[in-house]
Each structure stands twice: as C-alpha cells, then as structure tokens.
C-alpha cells in the first residue's frame, strides 16, 4: 500500500497539515486555519478562545497554548480526538478543492511526518500513533461515502 507522508504546509501535500492556510468556519466563528481552531477548542468559552483565533499564523496559535499561564481545560485529553476531527472535517468539507484531494488519495496511508510529534504524527522513530492521518483516512472513508 502507498503511503503519503505530510509535515511542513509548503511541501506537497502540506494541504494536509493544520498550519496550511485554509480558513473554516465553525461555531459561528471563522478560523484563519484548521490549528486556530483546535488549538482554541483547549480553551473553549474563555477569552483565550479568542485571543488564540486571532493570532497572526498557525504557528502562533500553537505557540499560544504552551505559555505556562495557558488554562488548558481538564478534560483535554478526553476530547482533543474529537476537536481534531471537527477541525479537519470542516477543512475537507468546507474547500472543494481539498475534498477532491483527499478523495484522490485512494486507499493510500496518509501520514503525518513529524519527527517530534509522536501522538498526532509519526515522530522520529516511525513509532508515532500518526493520528492526524488516521483522522485524514477516516474523514476520506465518510467523504466517498458521499455522492
């Protein structure tokens, strides 16, 4: 099977990386990027949300939510799973373009390749849970399920 491996957003299938600059919106709200997002859903219905919605880049957002005064909501863990695949879903559902893309992939495994991140990507070793590109293949399962 065939594998595609993502990381950066400017490589070629950086499309498919958070920081890829593709608005969404959700929750009333628009998002300059799928990472705003899912970085604020950390926060949700505080003023941070919003602190982190607005923030100029990707990276920016991310950067956010380590700061050690970030309040990173107690159930994190339980629901980021969810939150990424929102996040994603309304990325690939919300950009045709995209949603043809992803169809496009086939049944290839989509990966995330990060060298660092060893829940949502690969990490260094190849040993990485690679959840980015499981929720990737799950949301191309539900797309192609539909006309």
């Known amino acids: 099977m065939k594998e595609i491996k993502f990381y950066e957003a400017e490589d070629e299938f950086g499309y498919f990386s958070n920081f890829a600059l593709y608005s969404i919106n959700l929750n009333g709200k628009t998002w300059p990027t799928s990472e705003h997002y899912y970085q604020a859903q950390k926060v949700v219905g505080t003023p941070w949300e919003d602190k982190i919605r607005l923030c100029k880049t990707p990276k920016e957002a991310f ?8 309040p990173e909501r107690a159930d994190w863990a339980e629901v980021k799973d ?66």
Not at 63 to 70: K, V
């Open 63 to 70: 950067d956010m939510t380590r700061l050690p005064e970030f």
């Open 82 to 147: 969810d939150a990424m695949y929102e996040a994603v879903y309304a990325k690939f559902t919300q950009h045709e373009g995209l949603r043809k893309k992803l169809l496009e992939t086939g049944d290839h495994i989509l990966i995330e390749d990060s060298p660092v991140d060893f829940y949502w990507g690969r990490g260094e070793d190849g040993t990485g849970k690679n959840m980015l590109g499981k929720t990737l293949m799950a949301i191309r399962e539900v797309l192609a399920e539909k006309p």
